[in-house]
């Protein structure tokens, strides 16, 4: 009777709470959740169907916000859409960890990252062992659910306000309820499914077609990794390698270099390159390879995906056998493995409360807001139609504000990751994985913040009060937030407006050592890039593009870009140096402080008075009628 008692005052309850629409947080330990038995959680805990946070990914960065929010005192779900937690650590076989430091070798991320660094054991890791560090910490936060196989589905929408997620489970669906989400998916799905605006690759930048290469990780055994390190540290010593590099050589389970005989392999087709090796060796003796250059794939469509790792692994039944053939210590070389998933780049970029810059990124600069400080050279990937990548330059130290992890439009959402708030060439630095980790973990701590407040994210990032509140809480978790502000050297050159423009746009790049060859006489190629470049960016593309002959003097620089811009006026010009020289003075093109520069026909000029004169030009472009502008670009 007691029994049949308790029962029907539980029915009446749940029944109640049913007509009335009344909603309450459930506690890991309420007696309404169910017991799971299904293979999808992999610790003891209950799962409920409402939590204070969900984190949709399991990726390094998804792991970084759950734990977060878990040790925050949220009662805390994540999901993660595969067997295994790491993703691009595990899944994508990508074991190389691109530690934050100062250009002298300072660490600026500590934390949650700092955590897994220590127990997997440094820069290269076993794929086995992250998998296991990363379970462990899970399953250690007694606020913390996981489901594993648990595939986002679509949004939980009340109007712009996010309440939840539907995701795929078993072939069922199954929908979480929470008071914050937390977007850890590497393309931002959640937050694009639930309409927050968002740029795809370089559109900022007028380049939404362009496609960074992605990367499919593939290990080989057999190799004498001894006679490995012998013969790339010689080569180091001696500065055998293309271009004069020193990026070469090898430690302990890790190793760089064999560029030449990368960049030396002729592939079955152009939409495939294999450059300079990163490989890290592994615990049974199989070294990982990061070399492989794959070209057209949509990250945004499975199929495409799929068909990337088809003709990757196409590729390597012919990419072994020269690898054995050409490359010291891979004579008994053998595949061994290939990564479940692609190591992709870029896809979405989030539009956030703030988008960081690249200028943001290479001025050193802190941000009001700042949750995380990191730094790593920008590095932005071959495409299609270039044979190499390019290194933007290298950061000393930057902060990420709150404000880029917050999307605009959708409302009870944080973003986190390589799709959150970055411009495109920004982003360069952020497809690698510590600084989403970094983020990730603040964002974990802001959605505790928030609650207690009874904020929204984008509430929390604007109310200056409970920011100090969040950053003193951070520092007390052991996140660095000691931002040293460092002025660059090129910042007090004349011609840095002008250098400004044109590396947001793409066509500068400083390398490691943060040298744009201002003092250098103009390359013919660098040049032709920078005036077809900014036509292109302008929307006017040439056809044909414009052409010079060997490294161009005054004259042919001023005739080309004068010719050039009659053309976008509809005007003729005769073929003579000073009327060029007027008309783009008339324009403004050619400035006062410019024109002793570009006065005597047969110098060549140099780099610096050349990236002005083409700023000038690209801004003088922007009031033509018809003319592109761009989102990136100040």
Not at 237 to 249: I, L, P, Q, R, Y
Not at 380 to 394: A, D, E, I, L, Y
């Amino acid at each position: 009777m007691k029994k049949r008692l308790t029962s029907a005052l539980a029915f009446l309850l749940m029944t109640s709470l049913l007509v009335t629409g009344c909603s309450f947080s459930w506690s890991l330990g309420n007696s309404g959740d169910q017991e799971s038995s299904a293979p999808g959680v992999t610790n003891a805990k209950k799962v409920a169907s409402n939590y204070d946070v969900i984190v949709v990914g399991g990726d390094p960065e998804g792991i970084s916000a759950a734990v977060s929010a878990a040790r925050n005192g949220q009662k805390t779900l994540l999901l993660c859409a595969s067997d295994r937690l790491g993703g691009l650590y595990t899944d994508g076989e990508l074991n190389f960890i691109d530690v934050p430091e100062t250009r002298g070798g300072k660490q600026l991320v500590y934390g949650i990252y700092d955590e897994f660094f220590k127990a997997v054991g440094g820069s290269g890791f076993d794929l086995e062992k992250a998998h296991q560090t990363f379970l462990d910490m899970v399953q250690a936060e007694e606020n913390l659910t996981l489901r594993m196989n648990s595939q986002f589905d679509k949004p939980l929408m009340d109007g712009d306000i996010l309440r939840g997620v539907t995701v795929k489970e078993d072939g069922k669906d199954k929908t979480y309820r929470g008071d914050v989400i937390i977007d850890a998916t590497t393309d931002a799905d959640v937050a694009a499914a639930a309409g927050a605006p968002y740029t795809y690759a370089g559109e900022d930048i007028g380049e939404k077609d362009r496609a960074m290469g992605v990367t499919l990780v593939f290990g080989l055994k057999g190799l004498n990794w001894d006679k490995i390190v012998r013969h790339l540290n010689v080569q180091r010593a001696k500065g055998e390698v293309t271009g004069g590099s020193t990026d070469m050589g090898a430690k302990d389970n890790l190793a760089w270099g064999y560029l030449r005989e990368g960049y030396d392999y002729k592939p079955s087709n152009d939409a495939i390159r294999l450059r300079g090796f990163n490989m890290s060796r592994q615990e049974n003796g199989t070294v990982l390879f990061n070399a492989l250059i794959i070209f057209d794939v949509n990250p945004l469509d499975p199929k495409s995906r799929a068909d990337g790792i088809a003709r990757g692994k196409k590729e390597l039944e012919r990419i072994v056998p020269y690898l054995k053939k050409t490359c010291v210590g891979f004579e008994k070389a053998e595949l061994a493995t290939t990564a479940k998933e692609l190591y992709v780049r870029e896809s979405r970029h989030i539009d956030c409360e703030y988008m960081l810059t690249v200028d943001d990124v290479l001025e050193n600069r802190s941000q009001p807001d700042m949750i995380a400080v990191t730094s790593y050279p920008v590095d932005v990937q071959p495409t299609k139609t270039q044979s190499f990548g390019m290194v933007v330059g290298f950061p000393d130290q930057y902060g990420i504000g709150l404000k880029s992890l917050v999307p605009k439009k959708v409302d009870h959402l944080f973003v986190v990751g390589r799709s959150a708030g970055f411009r495109s060439m920004a982003a360069g630095i952020h497809n690698s994985v510590p600084p989403g980790m970094a983020g990730a973990a603040a964002a974990g701590a802001a959605a505790a913040l928030a609650r207690e407040k009874k904020l929204t994210p984008r509430e929390l990032c604007y109310s200056e009060a409970d920011i100090k509140t969040l950053q003193e809480r951070l520092t007390d978790q052991g996140v660095n937030l000691n931002h040293q502000q460092t002025k660059e050297a090129v910042m007090d050159n004349w011609a840095y407006p002008g250098l400004k423009t044109l590396r947001s746009l793409g066509f500068l790049g400083g390398g490691y050592d943060n040298n744009y060859e201002l003092d250098e006489p103009l390359s013919k190629n660098r040049y032709q890039n920078m005036l077809n470049g900014s036509l292109r960016k302008l929307g006017f593309p040439p056809e044909p593009a414009i052409q010079v002959n060997d490294d161009p003097p005054v004259r042919q620089v001023i005739g080309t870009m004068a010719r050039a811009a009659a053309q976008l006026e509809g005007v003729s010009l005769p073929d003579d140096f000073d009327t060029y020289r007027g008309y783009l003075s008339q324009k403004g093109i050619l400035t006062e402080d410019l024109a002793p520069y570009f006065s005597e026909a047969e110098k060549r000029p140099n780099g610096a008075e050349t990236i002005q004169l083409v700023a000038n030009f690209y801004h003088w472009g922007l009031k033509i009628p018809g003319a592109r502008q761009l989102s990136a670009v100040d």
